[in-house]
């Protein structure tokens, strides 16, 4: 007979019982009716029931409830205090009142849980670095939602907790997107601040940027480097713009503010925040798939990776703020959610709101909404319901329309470098397209082989012991190295959108040094490049080369970076030199059969900076192995939407090529270094092994359990003490080892504790019983009851399960264990860690990199 105990609360003077019999059992004496007092399920501690008391059945799903009332005058009846208040007190004519009716069912829970508020503070919660259960927290939502829903009817105030409860969702990812919206703005403006304030500054107003300092000025042309309103850092000290001595001064100046912001960033993280630093995506990513990182979503990572990443950004290191911004959504997700108990109290619902959180943080880093949904369904997110696509497009929406109004960039687009291109692509550019893919492919794999490289050399040696130091000398390297360059002093973001843009009368840089006129700005004739366009391009070969090995060292240093931004402009910087020489070629042999007489015409039928638009995403595609939210980012990033076709091309060539020289993009390398148990949902298992060769302990060892009504509360908790399991199976009996449910390890000690502070007579002798007692209980202290913290339905599978099997049940139901029986008797425990650890092993990687259950 299978029992599922209903909790009670029940009043003084007042002695009750409830069973639970599974639908179109035998209900006769000693059969599992209400007579056979064998089959009920004590839930209390006490007299005993009245024999004959009537019964009421009440249906509920499969199982049929029943209720038992008796009313007694002994005040000294214990009630067991850990369960919840689920019904009345007897009316005052002695009549029981039915316990058993509408409301009952709700009570059943999935896994002993009541269905709105926990009495125990922090039963149904875990541990920092532990693995949710989203069975079980699912399971709560629905029981705590079916109760919602039964009691609107009963009053206004419940309807209108009902409607509350509706809408709270969309409610909290319409705050998000506000938040976000408004913090991006402040980050965006800070960082273009801070950035042009190593350079100079306007005296009018220091809180302008160069540009802004520039909108107040009466000449007629703006030209950026010859602003008169904008003083440079040489003409505040009284020196000419060309001199050697100015030189000097603008060269210390841009170093000293380098290692002014760099220092003040990572000593604000090391201080007060040390998860803020990084990008987060890898930790999100973990997150999302149901691992726990308290603090790393707090109020304090969130005020620190803010102020941090404007430092860190304006300091010049090879790093964005795409990344981090991220980050600091899933922070903002995660604080406002608490708002919404709904959502705050349970991991698997709050996973909803990260997940909308991401997408918001993606579109204001991009100006790219439908982008930043497909990138945390594609990239980051773990559990994505149509309910959550919905509300992270809202979410994205609501970031992007409050980041336009903000206007940061100061102009009429939302997209973060805007391009207008005027000609179509030739079929014939297919061939360089892929190119890019390929080269794109390649500079990904040795960024991520060398970065990793570095990372596991930071980990283990005394480096990793002085990062503040760390981000001092890399910063100092990198102004040292990078500001003789035109192409590596600039802010990045500038340089990609030099990269990208087609050369026009307003574009005066040497790549665009032509010998060609400009009589319609539509029309572009064929010439031929000058000598500046050459020695440009040999500046950003080496710009290449530098960014390539700044980036290596700079991701993983202790400050807020990200990888978006450098990854497209090591992308856009070969793109650019392919399509010059692309275009060229079309110059020289317009005739030719490659051009396929494309190019016969006056017209420049190349545009290079769709190459390096290419390119980029070819490079950002092999970095991080995103395919359809990269596509999609990049045209919204560029507003170029005719040029789909040659971005998929390029990035499905880059992701082939990644795939062949490296197994894993830079978050799920950075993933494995850091020993998350992440169980990626886009690889297969492919080994023969079965649940016997994985499970713990092993064949002949001693498995840890508890027995249901057989041990006493010193006996668990010196179990406890003795083990650093997390959870514990409950047996009928160390003999038979039938199996009964599973209990926690935190709730089993909070439970134990909160008895112990609150209840009466309850000694290291007391009997603790999961379910009810198979035998008559000896005399003593009273028995503790722990029935509803139990989980009466763990998931099981059987010895001779395939692993692969079960490592699908891990990835799409979000186990955290999984028992093991053979033929109804308990052999072992699976968890998460274990399936990490034998995937490891069979792979020939190190099994005890997984640091975490």
Same mark, same amino acid.
């Given at each position: 007979?299978?029992?599922?105990?209903?909790?009670?609360?029940?009043?003084?003077?007042?002695?009750?019982?409830?069973?639970?019999?599974?639908?179109?059992?035998?209900?006769?004496?000693?059969?599992?009716?209400?007579?056979?007092?064998?089959?009920?399920?004590?839930?209390?501690?006490?007299?005993?029931?009245?024999?004959?008391?009537?019964?009421?059945?009440?249906?509920?799903?499969?199982?049929?409830?029943?209720?038992?009332?008796?009313?007694?005058?002994?005040?000294?009846?214990?009630?067991?205090?850990?369960?919840?208040?689920?019904?009345?007190?007897?009316?005052?004519?002695?009549?029981?009142?039915?316990?058993?009716?509408?409301?009952?069912?709700?009570?059943?829970? !999935?896994?002993?849980?009541?269905?709105?508020?926990?009495?125990?503070?922090?039963?149904?919660?875990?541990?920092?670095?532990?693995?949710?259960?989203?069975?079980?927290?699912?399971?709560?939502?629905?029981?705590?939602?079916?109760?919602?829903?039964?009691?609107?009817?009963?009053?206004?105030?419940?309807?209108?907790?009902?409607?509350?409860?509706?809408?709270?969702?969309? /409610?909290? /990812?319409?705050?998000?997107? %506000?938040?976000?919206?408004?913090?991006?703005?402040?980050?965006?403006?800070?960082?273009?601040?801070?950035?042009?304030?190593?350079?100079?500054?306007?005296?009018?107003?220091?809180? !302008?940027?160069?540009?802004?300092?520039?909108?107040?000025?009466?000449?007629?042309?703006?030209?950026?480097?010859?602003?008169?309103?904008?003083?440079?850092?040489?003409? %505040?000290?009284?020196?000419?713009?060309?001199?050697?001595?100015?030189?000097?001064?603008?060269?210390?100046?841009?170093?000293?503010?380098?290692?002014?912001?760099?220092?003040?960033?990572?000593?604000?993280?090391?201080?007060?925040?040390?998860?803020?630093?990084?990008?987060?995506?890898?930790?999100?990513?973990?997150?999302?798939?149901?691992?726990?990182?308290?603090?790393?979503?707090?109020?304090?990572?969130?005020?620190?990776?803010?102020?941090?990443?404007?430092?860190?950004?304006?300091?010049?290191?090879?790093?964005?703020?795409?990344?981090?911004?991220?980050?600091?959504?899933?922070?903002?997700?995660?604080?406002?959610?608490?708002?919404?108990?709904?959502?705050?109290?349970?991991?698997?619902?709050?996973?909803?709101?990260?997940?909308?959180?991401?997408?918001?943080? /993606?579109?204001?880093?991009?100006?790219?909404?439908?982008?930043?949904? @497909?990138?945390?369904?594609?990239?980051?997110?773990?559990?994505?319901?149509?309910?959550?696509?919905?509300?992270?497009?809202?979410?994205?929406?609501?970031?992007?329309?409050?980041?336009?109004?903000?206007?940061?960039?100061?102009?009429?687009?939302?997209?973060? !470098?805007?391009?207008?291109?005027?000609?179509?692509?030739?079929?014939?550019?297919?061939?360089?397209?892929?190119?890019?893919?390929?080269?794109?492919?390649?500079?990904?794999?040795?960024?991520?082989?060398? &970065?990793?490289?570095?990372?596991?050399?930071?980990?283990?040696?005394? @480096?990793?012991?002085?990062?503040?130091?760390?981000?001092?000398?890399?910063?100092?390297?990198?102004?040292?190295?990078?500001?003789?360059?035109?192409?590596?002093?600039?802010?990045?973001?500038?340089?990609?959108?030099?990269?990208? &843009?087609?050369?026009?009368?307003?574009?005066?840089?040497?790549?665009?040094?032509?010998?060609?006129?400009?009589?319609? @700005?539509?029309?572009?004739?064929?010439?031929?490049?000058?000598?500046?366009?050459?020695?440009?391009?040999?500046?950003?070969?080496?710009?290449?080369?530098?960014?390539?090995?700044?980036?290596? !060292?700079?991701?993983?240093?202790?400050?807020?970076?990200?990888?978006?931004?450098?990854?497209?402009?090591?992308?856009?910087?070969?793109?650019?030199?392919?399509?010059?020489?692309?275009?060229?070629?079309?110059?020289?042999?317009?005739?030719?059969?490659?051009?396929?007489?494309?190019?016969?015409?006056?017209?420049?039928?190349?545009?290079?900076?769709?190459?390096?638009?290419?390119?980029?995403?070819?490079?950002?595609?092999?970095?991080?192995?995103?395919?359809?939210?990269?596509?999609?980012?990049?045209?919204?990033?560029?507003?170029?939407?005719?040029?789909?076709?040659?971005?998929?091309?390029?990035?499905?060539?880059?992701?082939?090529?990644?795939?062949?020289?490296?197994?894993?993009?830079?978050?799920?390398?950075?993933?494995?270094?850091?020993?998350?148990?992440?169980?990626?949902?886009?690889?297969?298992?492919?080994?023969?092994?079965?649940?016997?060769? %994985?499970?713990?302990?092993?064949?002949?060892?001693?498995?840890? /359990?508890?027995?249901?009504?057989?041990?006493?509360?010193?006996? %668990?908790?010196?179990?406890?003490?003795?083990?650093?399991?997390?959870?514990?199976?409950?047996?009928?009996?160390?003999?038979?080892?039938?199996?009964?449910?599973?209990?926690?390890?935190?709730?089993?000690?909070?439970?134990?504790? &909160?008895?112990?502070?609150?209840?009466?007579?309850?000694?290291?002798?007391?009997?603790?019983?999961?379910?009810?007692?198979?035998?008559?209980?000896?005399?003593?202290?009273?028995?503790?009851?722990?029935?509803?913290? @139990?989980?009466?339905?763990?998931?099981?599978?059987?010895?001779?399960?395939?692993?692969?099997?079960?490592?699908?049940?891990?990835?799409?139901?979000?186990?955290?264990?999984?028992?093991?029986?053979?033929?109804?008797?308990?052999?072992?425990?699976?968890?998460?860690?274990?399936?990490?650890?034998?995937?490891?092993?069979?792979?020939?990687?190190?099994?005890?990199?997984?640091?975490?259950?």
């Amino acid at each position: 007979m299978e029992r599922f105990p209903l909790k009670a609360h029940i009043p003084k003077m007042a002695t009750t019982y409830q069973s639970v019999y599974k639908k179109g059992s035998n209900t006769g004496n000693g059969h599992g009716g209400p007579s056979g007092d064998d089959d009920m399920v004590n839930i209390k501690t006490g007299p005993q029931r009245a024999a004959d008391t009537p019964t009421t059945p009440t249906s509920h799903g499969t199982f049929q409830l029943y209720e038992h009332g008796t009313r007694y005058s002994d005040a000294s009846a214990t009630c067991c205090d850990l369960c919840p208040k689920m019904m009345e007190e007897s009316n005052e004519a002695g009549e029981t009142v039915p316990l058993v009716g509408d409301d009952v069912g709700d009570a059943v829970m !999935f896994s002993g849980l009541p269905g709105e508020a926990d009495d125990i503070p922090g039963i149904g919660q875990y541990e920092d670095f532990h693995t949710i259960d989203w069975q079980r927290d699912i399971a709560r939502d629905r029981m705590r939602h079916r109760y919602i829903v039964k009691k609107r009817q009963d009053s206004i105030w419940d309807l209108i907790k009902g409607a509350h409860d509706a809408w709270s969702g969309w /409610v909290c /990812v319409l705050l998000v997107g %506000v938040c976000t919206g408004v913090v991006a703005g402040v980050i965006d403006i800070g960082a273009s601040w801070m950035t042009d304030l190593k350079f100079g500054i306007c005296p009018q107003a220091f809180w !302008f940027n160069r540009e802004q300092c520039c909108w107040s000025n009466d000449e007629i042309t703006f030209d950026r480097e010859n602003c008169s309103e904008w003083l440079t850092w040489p003409q %505040v000290f009284g020196e000419s713009r060309d001199s050697t001595g100015a030189y000097i001064i603008s060269y210390l100046f841009y170093i000293a503010w380098a290692l002014t912001f760099a220092a003040l960033s990572a000593s604000l993280v090391r201080m007060f925040a040390p998860y803020a630093c990084g990008s987060g995506i890898p930790e999100i990513k973990t997150i999302l798939s149901g691992f726990i990182i308290r603090g790393y979503l707090g109020k304090w990572t969130l005020i620190i990776k803010s102020v941090g990443l404007i430092l860190s950004v304006s300091s010049g290191l090879s790093l964005g703020k795409e990344g981090p911004m991220v980050h600091i959504a899933s922070c903002l997700g995660n604080i406002l959610s608490y708002l919404f108990p709904k959502y705050g109290r349970n991991e698997a619902k709050k996973r909803e709101i990260l997940s909308a959180a991401a997408a918001a943080g /993606v579109s204001v880093a991009f100006g790219a909404p439908i982008g930043g949904v @497909l990138f945390s369904l594609e990239e980051v997110s773990y559990y994505f319901p149509l309910k959550t696509l919905w509300r992270s497009f809202f979410c994205a929406l609501i970031a992007a329309f409050i980041l336009r109004s903000i206007n940061p960039f100061g102009n009429e687009h939302l997209v973060l !470098f805007y391009v207008e291109y005027n000609k179509p692509w030739k079929f014939f550019e297919l061939i360089p397209f892929v190119g890019l893919g390929i080269i794109g492919g390649c500079i990904a794999t040795i960024f991520i082989k060398a &970065n990793i490289y570095w990372c596991r050399y930071r980990k283990y040696s005394k @480096l990793g012991q002085y990062p503040v130091m760390e981000v001092l000398v890399v910063t100092l390297v990198t102004a040292i190295i990078a500001y003789p360059n035109p192409y590596t002093r600039m802010n990045t973001s500038q340089l990609i959108y030099l990269l990208f &843009n087609q050369c026009g009368i307003s574009n005066t840089d040497p790549i665009c040094d032509y010998q060609r006129n400009y009589t319609d @700005l539509n029309t572009i004739e064929k010439a031929v490049a000058g000598d500046k366009v050459y020695n440009a391009m040999w500046l950003l070969t080496l710009a290449l080369v530098l960014k390539l090995v700044m980036t290596v !060292f700079t991701f993983g240093i202790k400050v807020p970076c990200g990888l978006f931004i450098p990854s497209l402009a090591l992308g856009a910087i070969p793109g650019r030199i392919v399509g010059i020489g692309v275009e060229q070629l079309a110059n020289k042999y317009p005739k030719s059969w490659l051009f396929s007489g494309e190019c016969s015409s006056g017209d420049d039928c190349i545009t290079p900076g769709l190459y390096a638009m290419v390119g980029a995403a070819a490079v950002l595609g092999g970095v991080t192995r995103m395919t359809v939210s990269l596509v999609v980012i990049m045209f919204e990033l560029t507003g170029g939407v005719r040029y789909i076709v040659p971005l998929m091309a390029a990035a499905m060539a880059s992701k082939w090529v990644g795939d062949a020289l490296g197994k894993q993009g830079i978050y799920d390398a950075h993933i494995a270094l850091n020993g998350y148990p992440f169980l990626d949902s886009k690889d297969e298992f492919q080994h023969t092994s079965l649940a016997a060769d %994985v499970m713990q302990p092993k064949r002949n060892e001693t498995l840890s /359990v508890i027995t249901q009504d057989s041990m006493t509360v010193d006996d %668990v908790e010196t179990l406890l003490k003795e083990t650093e399991h997390n959870g514990y199976p409950v047996v009928v009996s160390k003999e038979s080892q039938y199996l009964v449910g599973f209990v926690l390890r935190r709730d089993l000690n909070l439970a134990i504790a &909160n008895a112990r502070r609150t209840l009466e007579g309850i000694t290291g002798q007391s009997v603790v019983i999961f379910a009810g007692p198979t035998q008559p209980l000896p005399p003593g202290p009273p028995p503790l009851m722990l029935t509803r913290i @139990l989980d009466l339905a763990p998931i099981t599978v059987t010895d001779q399960t395939p692993m692969e099997t079960v490592v699908d049940m891990f990835r799409k139901l979000g186990l955290r264990q999984t028992l093991v029986t053979h033929n109804g008797r308990l052999l072992g425990v699976i968890t998460k860690k274990d399936v990490l650890r034998h995937i490891k092993q069979m792979d020939n990687e190190d099994p005890n990199s997984v640091l975490f259950n």
